[in-house]
């Protein structure tokens, strides 16, 4: 397996687009990409694209009709909301398996108003393992995640609140989020609940996104910038059986096993990261993954949010992008989105909220059902 | 009773295939039931092609599973799809055979969720949820708190 | 790239099962080919799951839950009617590039009643070109492709129809395919007409199916099996540019240059095949793949079935399967069907319908939009 | 006429963003448009975020397309979706500014497809379709056979 780089990197600002189609706006971002790279659609030998509303509709080729038909390779994936970074980590394979020496990953979503509350629970009668309907809805499920949490280490509703606090202060920094606005504790936590201990602030917002990435071989990388961002480990893990998994979705065991395969491939630990750009599609999420990310050790999570570890400044800063809970989570965009923001940060090129120095980062997503990535870039 | 009215005769419809609904219910009450691996033990709820955990092809021993449980973690749901009232409170109940169940617990307080319900003793209980296009009711199961702890 | 063969190949019948769901039908398939294999799930390194109707619902994975969930990489892939085939793909590449040893391709559909006539035109305003509505359905799109090669050379609805009958013939000793009925030639020109020059026996039927293949390195092909089918080539190609693409789709361009590319990559001429399952979604496409695919020259397509070139015992034997036309087309699973096909006429076990002594043969599938892919495989 | 009344006013719109229906339709005809990628020359149908030949990212100038054209390829669709007359001609007409449209033909006898219609002349004229939902009357682009050849 060869080094793999990432030259280009781009994403347009998340938010509502309803008079563009879902096309125009992941050409948008594929195009940033290629002009960041410095090539156009001519260089590039294969495409993937991760879409996931519009799945089975032929997305990438689409893109390609519309920027440039080359004929090369095209692959549509879907990973749930870990769709992006899947898509990511197949072109990062073909390059780096030596097939391809240029790949465009494009991730891109056109959600509209529709947002996370539907579950999967009733597409399929295979899918289906609740009593009641309701219960499986997302926010109830990254409900629960955070209570398991409570149970096992007394953490409070407020540390919750706590990471949606320090996410939308982020924000502010970051024009490609669909909000910049502030939340203090109390608007957090006097906002209405959508599932306990998740209130309004504490859940990603929905809207339409788009984001892509130009990877290549070493040798071409070095041909086309002096800024590469290298690729030191990509990992995909899926759930494995355990004790009340799918019954209760185990976000925790495929994170943890993506995690040390991750450090492992990379020859890099947890504390030699920079910066993390985690799947906080709600607040509950971002704390239990500081563990399972192994930013602390277990049950510290709480503490870690307490004493301000993971703001921007901090030890070790956590979604400088304002995270999901900012940024919008448009799901097909969201994976390659965290690549980009991280590419950038280790580009120097974060603007007001660059994580300084940044030198090592890791992007981690995770989709239910489940499938979770992570990538390590670096300088 | 005619042939004709058979046919056209109600019929009682579990939500989920995991819900067994006697043929005397409800004078026989329904009952959860699974598919014990008999290579590793492990137990699911309803019909297995293969085990999840260990790979084995089978065979699987049918299990009547507990009617009590224990409340694992849960939620409550504020926002929900049309249709259904809220809040409710969503839970995982941990069944003493070792598998876990989804579902809605009531005869708590939605408004003031509390560690105390965390390993609260609840039994399940099955209701008439909506009726389907054939006209079958359709009947689901539902967990209530255990007074006493 | 490391060399990579089929160790495990298997398919369910094709047809209609409304009281099986498609992770039943899914995991028949796979544990089948698992079985094929000597092997359980926890020998498989990574999965890649093709399916189009559920292509956002975490197919893979729910296959995982069924039959084994060991944690491993599992990638979802759409790509309309090579769905099946770009999962294999990415599981040889997965496998060639040395990342894993093992993995396997699963393609499903469970399609029911719905078919072909729905195209692709409505979903998204972005993908409409047309004056109006109606011009784009699949069987008039493929009833254009054999007219274009009427205005060419000439061809005859009568050449077209040679085509369903010689796939009926071959069907009646598939006993995986839908329908095993021959048709003579007079009922097929009688049949009622879809779309003009394609009667009711020219387009493939609809329905539910499944095939899966495990695939192996090298080294751990030869520990389980002593019949490998070596993977000579696998390619896959979009839609380049031509005049009148993406109007009237164009199915040769990409189809040839998948061809040309396939022959180069793996060494092998048209002349040295065994056998061609090829994507004879409606009769019009086969003829004109045969030019395509080098079967014969440009121009000679007609004069291949005329002269029953294309039949077993023919100096190319084209779909012994029965093709698409009997087989049916469960859109996900078509891909990975007509690799298993071929690997078992490699290996002698095609039951009356075997071409004797087949030791290469090329499997070709093409969705619209456009993919074709192209698997070259040898004993 | 008042604020209101224009408010309300049933406008007309076309069924593929390619079509351009004058302020003054239909005394001015509706016509397609194209964009022309100003590095390779390449048309396309409406317009264009980069050029699918060359992936020159513009400028694009934007260019009326023909009224007239020619049948390059078609076919007779029997069997169709739900709310479409069949037997209809769905054919590929090239224009002559290099451009492709995918339309339908009348003046054709659907039941007599022939190799004749290679080539024949066609014109465009636009068509009330339906009305959708707000009540717009929704205009389409068919063609019909130019007599005389
Ligand atoms: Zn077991
Ligand atoms: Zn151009």
Aim: charged share 20%; net charge negative.
């Amino acid at each position: 397996m060869r080094d793999v780089a990432i030259v280009g990197a781009n994403m347009i600002k998340f938010g509502r687009y309803p008079d563009k189609d879902l096309v125009q706006l992941a050409s948008e971002a594929a195009i940033g990409a290629l002009k960041d790279a410095g090539i156009t659609m001519n260089e590039v030998q294969m495409v993937v694209s991760g879409n996931l509303y519009q799945a089975n509709a032929m997305v990438g080729q689409r893109i390609m009709k519309e920027i440039g038909a080359t004929g090369v390779p095209v692959v549509n994936v879907a990973n749930a909301c870990a769709t992006g970074s899947t898509a990511f980590r197949e072109a990062y394979l073909a390059v780096a398996s030596g097939a391809y020496d240029i790949a465009l990953a494009i991730g891109s979503e056109q959600m509209g108003k529709m947002g996370l509350l539907t579950g999967f629970g009733d597409r399929d009668p295979s899918y289906s393992s609740e009593g009641v309907m309701g219960t499986g809805l997302m926010p109830g499920v990254f409900g629960q995640t955070g209570v398991e949490h409570m149970r096992k280490y007394g953490t409070t509703a407020e540390q919750f609140a706590k990471i949606a606090v320090k996410n939308h202060k982020h924000s502010v920094h970051n024009p490609y989020a669909q909000y910049q606005v502030e939340t203090p504790l109390e608007d957090v936590i006097n906002a209405r609940v959508i599932a306990w201990p998740n209130t309004l602030y504490m859940c990603c917002p929905t809207g339409d996104g788009a984001a892509a990435a130009v990877l290549m071989s070493a040798e071409k990388a070095r041909q086309y910038t002096k800024q590469p961002v290298w690729v030191a480990a990509s990992v995909l893990t899926s759930d494995p059986w355990t004790q009340r998994n799918p019954i209760m979705f185990d976000v925790n065991t495929l994170t943890r096993n993506a995690a040390e395969e991750a450090y492992e491939k990379a020859g890099i630990g947890p504390e030699d990261l920079s910066m993390v750009e985690l799947h906080d599609c709600f607040a509950t999420a971002e704390l239990v993954h500081y563990e399972n990310l192994m930013l602390c050790g277990e049950g510290e999570a709480g503490r870690l949010i307490d004493e301000g570890e993971t703001y921007v400044g901090g030890r070790i800063p956590v979604n400088a992008s304002g995270g999901l809970l900012s940024k919008g989570h448009p799901l097909g965009a969201t994976g390659v989105a965290n690549i980009v923001e991280v590419a950038w940060h280790l580009r120097g090129q974060a603007g007001g909220r660059q994580v300084e120095g940044a030198k090592v980062g890791l992007a981690h997503v995770i989709g239910l059902g489940s499938a979770c990535t992570i990538h390590i870039l670096k300088k | 009773m005619t042939q004709e009215q058979v046919a056209t005769e109600k019929k009682i419809k579990p939500l989920v295939p995991f819900l067994k609904i006697p043929d005397k219910y409800p004078d026989e009450p329904a009952y959860l039931w699974g598919s014990k691996c008999k290579s590793c033990g492990t137990v699911y709820l309803g019909s297995r092609i293969a085990c999840a955990k260990c790979a084995s092809t089978g065979p699987f021993e049918e299990v009547r599973l507990s009617d009590e449980g224990e409340i694992y973690v849960f939620s409550v749901v504020h926002q929900t799809v049309p249709g259904l009232e809220a809040p409710y409170v969503a839970a995982i109940i941990d069944l003493a055979e070792g598998v876990a169940v989804r579902a809605n617990v009531y005869g708590l307080d939605p408004l003031n969720p509390s560690p105390q319900w965390f390993g609260k003793k609840v039994k399940m209980y099955t209701e008439k949820i909506r009726v389907d296009r054939e006209g079958n009711d359709v009947i689901a199961a539902k967990f209530k708190v255990v007074d006493g702890k």
